[in-house]
């Protein structure tokens, strides 16, 4: 099977394609034949070795999103069959023909559903779904979304509006963008470098973090919220928290799958349902070949992406 690995951090030139043995599903693992694999700032960020931790051991393979057909089971599978089409995130990296899959993070692609639909959809709008539960914004509160053109960003604009939020702001790096965003739903759209982003809102969702954070926490009216998601780290002082009476959560979809896995499931149906009704687009900006994984990430760096880019097999 091909695989796309990297021996050194870098930026995309480190990307090379490999063949290698199939993996051998452990227990609770799917092995599934990938017909579709999302492409992220994460992703990008590991390459770099930015990621938590300084980076992954290397040589790996980067990833954690797929859609395909299950192929093999591992011992104590329950729920999954051979021939099942799954999406699902990866823990060991995506970027293969042959990728292992955690099964108690798949779920089933319905009757009708590309692969490509489901790796645009599914993982991105989890994890807008789990942010915009976690900040449970209610009445007349106000949200803002960094990084609001990217795969998750693009979700998180439109299921705020349908969750009735009268006040989205979607913050980019260009103003470009912007027509794109009130296409989805924003009522306003700022870009990073704004020296003021309007009205301070109720809640932000963090998918950028670095040095936007500090942007992101000041845009909070007092007694504002954060949630954030990103791989991006960044610091606050901690009297900006206590001066203005606001909160920092930390998301991670792992434990929220985990901790809330009712809610997850909840999540998953809410999401077909709305895609299959027109009310929720995931749009894909590019399709590409799993050899030009490098000038995947090229397009997340340069930040040029409306929507998720994705890869395929």
């Not at 021996?7 to 199939?22: D, Q, S």
């Not at 003021?196 to 500090?214: A, F, I, K, R």
């Amino acid at each position: 099977m091909r695989r796309v690995r990297f021996h050194t951090y870098g930026g995309p030139e480190v990307l090379r394609v490999e063949e290698a043995e199939p993996p051998v599903p452990g227990p609770g693992e799917l092995l599934v034949r990938t017909e579709a694999i999302g492409v992220t700032l994460p992703c990008v960020r590991r390459v770099r070795g930015d990621g938590k931790g300084g980076g992954d051991p290397l040589p790996a393979t980067p990833g954690g999103e797929i859609a395909g057909e299950v192929v093999a089971t591992g011992p104590d599978v329950s729920g999954f069959a051979v021939g099942d089409r799954v999406t699902s995130l990866t823990l060991t990296g995506s970027y293969t023909e042959l990728a292992l899959a955690p099964a108690f993070l798949a779920s089933r692609i319905p009757d009708g559903a590309s692969a490509v639909d489901a790796v645009a959809l599914v993982r991105s709008g989890h994890v807008a779904l789990a942010a915009l539960s976690t900040a449970a914004p209610q009445g007349a509160e106000s949200v803002l979304i960094t990084g609001a053109a990217s795969g998750t960003g693009h979700l998180a604009v439109q299921l705020a509006k349908l969750q009735g939020v009268p006040r989205v702001v979607a913050a980019v790096g260009s103003a470009a963008k912007a027509e794109f965003l009130r296409g989805l739903g924003a009522d306003e759209v700022v870009t990073y470098d704004q020296e003021s982003w309007g009205e301070p809102v109720d809640v932000v969702l963090d998918g950028v973090g670095g040095e936007l954070l500090p942007r992101a926490l000041a845009a909070l009216a007092e007694g504002g919220r954060l949630i954030f998601f990103n791989s991006g780290g960044g610091t606050v002082p901690a009297f900006d928290l206590l001066a203005g009476s606001k909160t920092i959560t930390g998301l991670t979809m792992r434990r929220f799958t985990t901790h809330h896995r009712e809610r997850y499931e909840q999540h998953h149906g809410q999401l077909w349902e709305l895609a299959g009704s027109g009310l929720l687009r995931a749009v894909v900006h590019a399709e590409l070949p799993l050899a030009q994984a490098a000038q995947a990430h090229e397009i997340i760096e340069a930040r040029a992406n409306l929507g998720k880019v994705v890869l395929r097999p």
